[in-house]
């Protein structure tokens, strides 16, 4: 039998010698403050800070979209200047020292000879010729956005010399400064485009969900012919129908019309759907029994309850226009020379004889990676940012 014991010592109690204080459970940090009291773009804001690929793929957008404002004074050459006598030259590397010796950036002196068994140029640095790059000098003269003439540029060939990153092209051009000036209408042609998807994806996708009925059957058939046609016989019959005649601008307009009309369903789906289980809320029924036009509802109480979303979807399409417009230049049907986009410089490389004697000429393709990746890797971490309470 087991004794108990008839004296157990007694549990102490926990006694806070703090004074009670009745509104202490109101007390919050800074911190939680902040979070507390952020808006959805705040809210949103933070979480997309959290994901790091997006911010460093932000990055890149931000610095590629800078530079476009600045391609004359980037580009070490005129678009279309041309060095007859390097015609398929080889890239140059870049080197800081010679013989053991700093002496600064700088690029070593091309010998040439033509190989009679290949027809092919055969380029060997020269050792004994090391050619200083130049910064912040005077080169090639160029107009500013085709305003402002002038002469200045980041960094230019050795004086006499050649400087060619990336090689050049067929007539002797440098491939590094056809580049940048490529970048710069890609990437404007991809927000041009969703710009006008953008407005058609918000106007047909609101008009279907807010009304309903024989309106949205007829914007949803509307969607589902589109959709069931493939993109890329599509594309090419459009843009075959763009006359000979017109001018570079106006085709590069064109295109990026076509891109636009082609890619809205998928956003005025995303808008459809949303419009369908937000317009019985009650503040959708408060503004409709206060008066409020068809038109006023959907653009000022229903669609900027999901905007982010639609950024979201518009920041993932960015890439299918840019890649359109590359598909078309490099088949011929988009832009057209002289006006220079990464699919018109792809387009010298549809040989693969050429390609394989001068690889270097498939290096637009490279940015082309860059900035799909970049644009997908973002719009992941705005589409996760932008249900901040999940």
């Not at 773009?41 to 933070?46: A, D, H, I, V, Y």
């Not at 980037?74 to 007859?84: A, E, G, I, K």
Request: net charge neutral; hydrophobic share 50%; with cysteine.
């Amino acid at each position: 039998m087991i004794e108990m014991n008839a004296d157990p010592q007694p549990l102490k109690h926990f006694v806070c010698e703090r004074p009670f204080d009745p509104y202490s459970v109101e007390v919050v940090s800074p911190e939680q403050e902040k979070l507390y009291l952020a808006s959805q773009w705040r809210m949103m804001w933070l979480r997309f800070k959290k994901h790091r690929l997006a911010v460093v793929a932000s990055i890149v957008l931000a610095v590629m979209y800078t530079a476009i404002l600045f391609v004359e004074f980037l580009s070490p050459y005129n678009l279309h200047s041309r060095n007859v006598d390097s015609i398929f030259a080889p890239p140059q590397r870049v080197h800081l020292f010679d013989k053991g010796e700093f002496i600064g950036p700088f690029v070593y002196a091309y010998d040439y000879r033509l190989d009679m068994e290949t027809l092919k140029r055969v380029y060997t640095p020269n050792l004994e010729k090391p050619q200083p790059i130049r910064f912040l000098c005077r080169g090639d003269s160029y107009k500013f956005w085709g305003l402002i003439e002038g002469q200045t540029h980041l960094f230019c060939p050795p004086n006499g010399g050649t400087l060619f990153l990336l090689g050049s092209d067929r007539l002797g051009r440098d491939m590094f400064s056809r580049i940048l000036y490529g970048m710069r209408i890609s990437l404007t042609i991809g927000l041009i485009g969703v710009s006008v998807s953008f407005a058609l994806g918000m106007l047909f996708g609101g008009l279907a969900g807010y009304y309903g009925g024989w309106v949205d059957d007829l914007v949803q058939r509307a969607i589902e012919i589109l959709r069931s046609i493939p993109h890329l016989p599509l594309w090419l019959a459009l843009a075959a129908i763009l006359p000979v005649n017109w001018s570079p601008l106006l085709v590069y307009f064109g295109i990026t019309i076509i891109l636009g009309l082609i890619d809205w369903t998928g956003l005025a789906r995303a808008v459809r759907s949303r419009l369908l289980s937000l317009r019985e809320e009650d503040f959708c029924v408060a503004a409709e029994l206060m008066g409020a036009s068809p038109g006023r509802i959907i653009f000022r109480h229903l669609m900027p309850s999901f905007m982010s979303h639609l950024i979201a979807s518009a920041t993932l399409a960015i890439p299918g226009m840019i890649l359109g417009e590359t598909a078309l230049s490099f088949l011929g049907l988009g832009i057209r020379p002289p006006i220079v986009s990464w699919g018109v410089l792809l387009n010298e490389a549809q040989n693969i004889q050429v390609v394989a004697l001068y690889p270097w000429l498939m290096m637009p393709i490279v940015p082309v990676i860059i900035v799909v990746l970049a644009f997908n890797f973002m719009g992941d971490g705005l589409r996760d940012a932008a249900d901040p309470y999940k």
